[in-house]
């Protein structure tokens, strides 16, 4: 058995918000030609029709002002360049006509094109190209932040595309309570930042099982003590607070806030793994985005598998109902574990729904029932049996890494 | 090893009077709609529609929020010791009402009493 699945005790996700990958990772194709990035052919037409290139003049903090919209109506006329028509084909030519509809600023609207050159961002950059990133991992939906994070936890948004109430229908369960309920009984925990901060999962989880939640405080003590649970999902910093240790800076990189405080943020969710060497032998880390916040991708969003569920036409606000038949922009992913050659570019397909599927899969081996999403969803890590895809296992490496980098936070 | 560094943001990011962005205000949405099913005591009261900036987003979440762990956590608290309690004050109570009472006497229905009285 490879060791580095054979070690495995722990899976740790952590999701940020609202980038997409070409804004966050679209540099690091000068770098490494295998990632899926962005060249000079690459371009979007303003309403005057004149083409607009990607250019790497984001900045950290004040450009994108409105928040671009990330909704469904607004999402469909990024990927399909406002074609409503029956047989319409996805073309990603839509992005700065729909922040254009925000402002009314045909200058200001280029900038949804703008990206982050990896000096900006040592952090996401640097764990890009030292482990694994994906070139394929998309939202689950095109549309916005609760029913994408809903993929995370259920492997369904339950047939919402919207940001209202979403309620839980039986019988697909949270991957929190599959584990827990499952013989032996596994540990899973939600990791909030902190209670002011609190969690976008509230109408099921939160109000129902506020138990299953933690703050960060006590995921940096879990790392430190070694007592992490099997699966654990860490929410960022949503809001700018005070708190009883000081000024606390929104880390999730929604727009607007900094984006310089969710590099740290990540950095020190990493750095709280790699201190306990122990944990560090044993922990996968996913990185991942919920949705790519409104912001230009050059990659067209596959079709997939149906979940059981539709949007209506009036849900949807298209017009046009929704089968869940096609995933939303791509966003940047990777994995992070001292057992993943470094350099790792994965080109398979997943989106949310993959976290679920790869949790289940890995520590309770079969199960149902899930949702035909899930169930069709790819998975990160191998199931460790008898016969392993090497093909297909990241965690590859036959002995342990010792040249991982560290960050200073 | 590689050591990176990693900037910190400057002091001008924070900004709490930062208008609330839609994904706060639908937190706040969901917050509201959880609070309704709290215990009265644990509710807050508040007009969420007044809520305009980030910093008075993040007041009402961590309000709420610990209004929900602190109705859950009293929920839980073992009723074991409530019946204890319980049984002890219906003890107290009998022993009352049985020394008040006169010897042999009962409460008697209405129709007994008028029986008696004709």
Not at chain 1, 123 to 145: C, D, K, Q, Y
Not at chain 2, 6 to 35: F, G
Not at chain 2, 60 to 86: F, G
Request: charged share 25%; glycine share 6%; aromatic share 8%.
């Amino acid at each position: 058995m490879p060791p580095g699945l054979d070690n495995l005790k722990h899976i740790v996700v952590l999701m940020m918000e609202n980038r997409s990958f070409d804004h966050m990772l679209g540099s690091l194709k000068a770098v490494d030609a295998r990632i899926d990035g962005v060249t000079g052919q690459l371009a979007n037409p303003d309403t005057t029709s004149a083409l607009v290139r990607p250019q790497p003049l984001a900045e950290f903090q004040g450009q994108l002002d409105p928040d671009p919209d990330h909704h469904f109506p607004a999402v469909d006329l990024q990927i399909f360049g406002g074609d409503t028509s029956g047989n319409r084909v996805a073309t990603m030519q839509g992005f700065v006509k729909s922040y254009f509809n925000q402002r009314r600023d045909i200058e200001h609207s280029k900038k949804i094109m703008y990206y982050f050159t990896q000096k900006q961002l040592p952090v996401l950059t640097s764990l890009a190209l030292e482990f694994s990133v994906f070139n394929r991992w998309f939202a689950s939906i095109p549309g916005p932040t609760i029913c994408n994070r809903a993929f995370a936890h259920y492997g369904t948004s339950f047939g919402r595309v919207d940001m209202n109430l979403l309620y839980v229908n039986e019988p697909f369960k949270s991957i929190y309570d599959r584990l827990l309920s499952a013989t032996p009984k596994r540990t899973a925990k939600l990791y909030y930042y902190d209670t002011t901060s609190s969690t976008m999962e509230i109408t099921n989880l939160l109000q129902h099982q506020p138990e299953l939640f933690g703050t960060y405080q006590q995921f940096l003590q879990d790392c430190r003590r070694g007592t992490l649970p099997d699966y654990c999902f860490v929410e960022p910093n949503y809001n700018d607070h005070d708190s009883d240790v000081g000024e606390e800076l929104a880390s999730d990189q929604h727009p607007d806030h900094n984006v310089q405080a969710g590099e740290r943020f990540i950095a020190q969710i990493y750095m709280a793994i790699k201190r306990n060497p122990s944990l560090w032998a044993s922990t996968a880390l996913l990185i991942v985005y919920d949705e790519h916040g409104g912001i230009y991708d050059h990659v067209v969003p596959p079709e997939c598998i149906p979940d059981m569920f539709t949007a209506s036409a009036n849900d949807t606000g298209t017009g046009k109902e929704f089968r869940f038949d096609r995933l939303g922009v791509r966003v940047p992913a990777m994995l992070v574990s001292p057992w993943v050659p470094k350099g790792t570019v994965v080109n398979r397909t997943f989106d949310h729904a993959s976290i679920p599927a790869t949790v289940t899969k890995w520590f309770l081996g079969d199960y149902s029932p899930r949702s035909p999403r899930e169930s069709g969803a790819d998975v990160f890590l191998e199931p460790n049996v008898q016969s392993v895809d090497p093909a297909r296992n990241l965690l590859s490496l036959s002995t342990m890494r010792t040249d991982c980098p560290e960050f200073d936070v | 090893m590689t050591l990176i560094h990693v900037p910190q943001p400057p002091k001008s990011a924070k900004n709490p009077n930062r208008p609330a962005s839609s994904l706060l205000k639908v937190q706040i949405e969901h917050l509201h709609n959880a609070e309704k099913r709290l215990p009265l005591r644990h509710r807050t009261n508040t007009y969420i529609n007044a809520i305009r900036t980030e910093g008075e987003a993040a007041e009402y979440i961590r309000e709420v929020t610990e209004a929900i762990h602190k109705a859950h956590k009293e929920a839980a608290t073992p009723r074991s010791l409530d019946v204890r309690k319980r049984t002890k004050m219906a003890v107290v109570t009998g022993k009352r009402r049985a020394r008040t009472r006169p010897s042999g006497a009962g409460k008697q229905s209405s129709s007994r009493r008028r029986e008696q009285k004709k």
